[in-house]
């Protein structure tokens, strides 16, 4: 199985900035990509940021210019710069690995809160 242990999550004002970690553990056999997806209250989960061992990117749009996917392959970590935040950006934030041959995993999710 594959662990994945997030951090960084927390309370920020609009405008501010925080970086989210997501290190994977285990039984991790091909390693293709990681990411980050957000699922706020009542609402589904979408895609934020994911990043290819490559270091080809895709970012959902209302993040474009103000996140920033970042990956180590060495440590298989991932991380997210986000700026410029909005109360719009509050949510669960969850670290995803997909792996080609032992599937998706996901971690348990940080809670970003952007409130005044």
């Known amino acids: 199985q594959v662990q994945l242990v997030e951090s960084g999550g927390g309370l920020v004002q609009p405008g501010g900035s925080l970086r989210l970690s997501c290190a994977a553990s285990?039984?991790?056999?091909?390693?293709?990509?990681m990411g980050w997806y957000r699922q706020a209250p009542g609402k589904q989960r979408e895609l934020v940021a994911t990043?290819?061992?490559?270091?080809?990117?895709n970012y959902g749009d209302s993040v474009k210019g103000r996140f920033t996917i970042t990956r180590d392959n060495a440590k298989n970590t991932a991380s997210l710069q986000m700026n410029s935040l909005k109360p719009e950006d509050t949510a669960v934030y969850y670290c995803?690995?997909?792996?080609?041959?032992?599937?998706?995993?996901w971690g348990q999710g940080t809670l970003v809160t952007v409130s005044s």
């Open positions: 995803k690995l997909e792996d080609l041959v032992a599937g998706d995993a």
């Open positions: 285990g039984n991790i056999i091909s390693l293709y990509a």
């Open positions: 990043i290819t061992r490559g270091g080809t990117t």
